[in-house]
């Protein structure tokens, strides 16, 4: 015959069936004693004093179910796996997100031992362990949750040791919260952020390619222009031609080296008019 696992606590007793059988049964008495003679005044007085008694007590018991009732909604439909073991680390509780997560009914999972659901070593969650049954919680230790059957995937486990309210440490509780989706998050920012670095790279050469060869054009139109003006001062026999193909001669001389140095410049916007011959940097533009 299959063992169910001892739950963690037993479940508080109820008082209200016994509640129940002794009034019937001082009610019976009562009815005795006015059968028989005049109930004593102390009689009277004593089931005056149990009836206010037996209705506090009644009312202190359907608080008590009420409060239990909130907490059992309020436990399986949280939204993160939530597990209750014992201080050596077996499951006695879980709620359905839990099972969920695990690919487990609950009632399955019960008696299992947390550890064999994640793909840690031994030694890292008995040190865990350790640290709760000492009274520390557990924040946020990241896992690797192992399935059967289904993919493992990231998770955060979380603990806290749990206390009777007389402070007496009697299990552990867990939370389990998966990872995954922010894991695939930072994947898809990661891929995002080396598709825009690839185009920059080549956002980059491209506008190199086209500085070097815009420089290659304009230093080969800038020599065409020089001979062609160095062709006309030798062929004019006016001087004061000759002067003026001269001054072109410089001006066009100044503004190559001065694209000459905005190519090699490693900012465009200045450029240093010590590179520049002192003839040039003197010409009027």
């Not at 304009?218 to 020089?226: E, P």
């Not at 004019?236 to 190519?263: F, K, Q, Y």
Request: glycine content about 4%.
């Amino acid at each position: 015959m299959r063992r169910h696992p001892r739950a963690l606590l037993p479940p508080p007793y109820d008082d209200i069936p016994e509640i129940h059988r002794l009034r019937s049964q001082l009610a019976a008495l009562t009815q005795h004693w006015h059968g028989v003679a005049p109930p004593p005044p102390s009689l009277a007085a004593t089931v005056d004093a149990w009836h206010t008694v037996t209705e506090a007590l009644t009312q202190s018991q359907q608080a008590v179910r009420e409060a239990q009732q909130r907490y059992q909604e309020l436990f399986d439909g949280a939204p993160v796996a939530c597990l209750v073991t014992d201080l050596a680390g077996t499951i006695r509780k879980a709620n359905q997100r839990a099972s969920t997560v695990l690919y487990v009914p609950p009632p399955r999972l019960l008696g299992k031992p947390l550890s064999a659901f994640l793909a840690a070593d031994r030694a890292a969650f008995h040190a865990r362990l350790g640290q709760l049954q000492a009274g520390q919680p557990v924040d946020d230790w990241e896992v690797s949750v192992r399935l059967w059957h289904h993919a493992p995937f990231p998770a955060l486990l979380s603990g806290t040791p749990a206390r009777t309210p007389q402070g007496q440490l009697i299990g552990l509780r867990w939370w389990l919260r998966d990872l995954t989706p922010l894991k695939r998050a930072e994947e898809a920012l990661r891929q995002v952020h080396a598709t825009l670095d690839a185009q920059g790279r080549e956002h980059t050469a491209a506008v190199a390619v086209l500085r070097r060869e815009t420089h290659h054009r304009l230093k080969n139109n800038f020599q065409v222009i020089a001979s062609l003006l160095d062709l006309h001062a030798d062929a004019s026999a006016d001087p004061r031609v000759r002067a003026a193909l001269e001054e072109c001669h410089h001006r066009l001389t100044a503004m190559a080296l001065i694209h000459e140095g905005l190519s090699q410049s490693q900012d465009p916007a200045r450029m240093d008019a010590a590179f520049l011959p002192a003839h040039a940097r003197h010409t009027s533009l």
